[in-house]
């Protein structure tokens, strides 16, 4: 019997003025975006990822 890993997939799509971000289901067959994060300065804006890390666990 094969083994599934049940691992969510983050993706960070970095830009001048926005962060977007998408998280993967836990099987990694799809994805949903979630709203952008406006950019701020560096520790904010790492703040707010790392939130949302937590968040989807």
């Known amino acids: 019997m094969e083994r599934v890993s049940l691992v969510r ?3 960070i799509d970095y830009g001048e003025k926005r962060i977007g971000i998408a998280i993967s289901d836990l099987l ?4 949903q975006g979630l709203p952008t994060i406006e950019r701020s300065n560096f520790q904010k804006d790492i703040q707010k990822i790392l939130n949302i890390i937590h968040e989807k666990e």
């Open 9 to 11: 997939i983050m993706r």
């Open 28 to 31: 990694g067959i799809s994805a």
